[in-house]
């Protein structure tokens, strides 16, 4: 059974850093793509960032791209976010994704707000 569980999320200052994790569990890591998704209030889920199942291809969306990378830990079956240089709009719930073919699983999301 496939289980997302990801941490790391609080209240920073505009231009604060922030690291999130997402541990999981029940699935070869290697052979899954992985995403964290991001829904702020009333508005709809949105990709932010994705890496493949081996870590070597990823992808941003415009808004993070190089303030936000994405990585993976195989060995310890976790996913990272690093984010920096963060603004108020990046407020939201994050939520990390696993998906392989067309299955794809979610996690429970930690909410991250930036403000001063």
């Known amino acids: 059974q496939v289980r997302l569980v990801e941490s790391g999320g609080g209240l920073v200052q505009p231009g604060g850093s922030l690291r999130l994790s997402c541990a999981a569990s029940?699935?070869?890591?290697?052979?899954?793509?992985m995403s964290w998704h991001r829904q702020a209030p009333g508005k709809e889920r949105e990709l932010v960032a994705s890496?493949?199942?081996?870590?070597?291809?990823?992808t941003y969306a415009d808004t993070v791209r190089g303030r936000f990378t994405i990585s993976r830990d195989n060995v310890k079956n976790t996913m990272y976010l690093q984010m920096n240089s963060l603004k108020p709009e990046d407020t939201a719930i994050y939520y990390c994704k696993a998906f392989r073919d067309y299955s794809y699983w979610w996690g429970q999301g930690t909410q991250v707000t930036v403000s001063s």
């Open positions: 029940g699935f070869i890591a290697t052979t899954y793509g």
């Open positions: 890496i493949s199942g081996a870590g070597t291809s990823t």
